[in-house]
């Protein structure tokens, strides 16, 4: 037998009609024990799917069961042990050491040993279903009227030989399921603000991850627009684009009051330290209005003389430029749009955040659910502190020379997966910039007598916050520089190490980034804001005067890692990997249409038509189904002339099953 002959099926004789026996494969059955004894690793590969019953021929499976008790030992399994195991009288029975010798001699590759023993395991299965059949021949005359009795036994017949063989099949992950994630490393925040976000979390019974999160969005309101750190090769700034998903009735809306009670109490200390700047502004504005519009009148008056219109003029230049500054206010809630958010960018000096316990609409608008336009022009540039210009059609345009947003909302878990429905928010960049956190609920775990929060706690918090607020805020200087951190060498160094660690994650394939290349891109930029944010919040009296040192550093590297892992899941739950999106249409398709077996041009000609035009396409929602245990590889049959057949696939057993 060479690799260039096919296995044929060998009747064994003597048989009064050969065409009676049973489905076998003796050379199939001789490879795959002479494959065993050649090599451990193509036994270790073939055991989970055969065992002893498997064999049409008895001293086949004897050979089997040695073979097996060898190596469970931890003994060699080569012809001679085999030979020694079996024992002299038993081994004359079935042909002899020479016949263990000529197993060998049948095996042209043992690296084909699954090829054979998948053909040998599918052969017995056709065996038990003639048994089946000939037991219900059997039923049927053996009937004594009772047609009830009869129904269940032969139920019970066809239900074994229906019923999932799951010989090799790992319990299968649904493709819906989320994973255990981490919990939000709320000691990597100050201690200030790490205490109390602790206590709201266990006074509101919620997860911690939702108080610590607006601890972070807190501090990038302080700091956004205000600071900027140098990376080195770039910079970042201090603003955040902070999603947290939860379902009703998680006490919301009493966590975001606590954690923003200090940015209310600064944003209500810059409007009282405001009101005689915006009074004086409002007076001046009323006097260069009179006096552009009596020399206005006087050119009117005189339209020959050039000293009237030189003299309107200037009065109408000093009016445009006499401004009355807006009421300061640091950040937006749950009515926020996106034209309010753009306005109040250009009226706060490019300085703004968005904080709501349901923040649904504003991506609803964002997504044109009732304009029909995407816009989320004011996300990419708020995001990154560019420019905004906006073109007005009743009124002047506004220019913001470094537009400065941070988000720090919470979506219901169907919103979140809604964001998929808009192309637009992946294509463009929006999904890219949001670090999401998706914690478990503790509905139906709550603690109903939960201790109170320690007045010192609150009060500190609340102190700190809202000192660091009005430190950082330019107050009356709208064209204040940022200050700019940066880090200490050991520091530097490391952020240069996680670039290169980093970079690997997106090789296609292999990364665990490779399919939100567009999220992990912002990874490392991600974790450089949140140093600096760190490190203003440990250093509040001289964080401009001294570096960012490597153990801020290290700390901001676990919230990147915890943002990581929630970002995974939370593209799974949005569908924005293409290849979950594809292989959710192959499994839905295998159920449908009870298929066992498929190879990658069935999909291109199936489910996935207009999807994979070539046979690559296929391969990334493949793997996910191989990975998850919905689907394994079939070992190709040994090479014939004419080329390699297409790679065939097997579907699990319980795939009728799929809870997915």
Known sequence: MTNSTPLHVVRPQPVDNPQDAPPHNIEAEQCVLGAVMLSPAALAEVRPLLDATDFYRPAHARIWETVCALADRGASADPLAVGAAIGVRNLAKIGGAPYLHTLISQVPAAANAAYWAHMVRDLAYARTVAETGTRLVQLAGAADGDPAELRARVAAEVAAVTGADRRGWPDPTPLSSVPDLPAFPVGCLPDW?????????????????????????????????????????????????LVMVLPPGNRKSEVYKAMTAPIRAAERTLADLASPRIAEAVIARKLAEGKAEHAERAALDHPDDPTFVVDASEARLTLEKTRVPAEPRLFGGNDSTTEKVTSRLAEQNGRYAVLAPEGGKLFSIAGGRYSGNVDIGVFLSGHAGEEIRTERMTRTGETIDAATLTLGVCLQPGVLAGLGDTPEFREQGLLGRLLIAMPESLLGRRNARPDPIPPHVTATYERTLTALVLSLRPFGDPDATPATLTFTGEAQDAVIDLLEATEPRFRPGVGDLAHMTDWGGKLVGAVVRFAALLHLGEHLRDGYGRPIDLATFHRAVQLGEYFTAHAQAAYDAIGADPAVNHARTVLEWARRTATTRFTARDLMRGPLKGRARKVTDTEPPLRVLETHGWIRRLPAPPSVRGGQPATAYETHPDLAEDPS
């Open 193 to 241: 603000a790490a205490e109390q976000a602790a206590c709201v979390a266990d006074l509101t019974q919620t997860p911690v991850d939702l108080a610590g999160g607006l601890a972070l969005a807190a501090l990038a309101v302080a700091a956004g627009g205000n600071v900027t750190v140098n990376a080195g090769a770039w910079c970042e700034p201090t603003n955040l684009f």
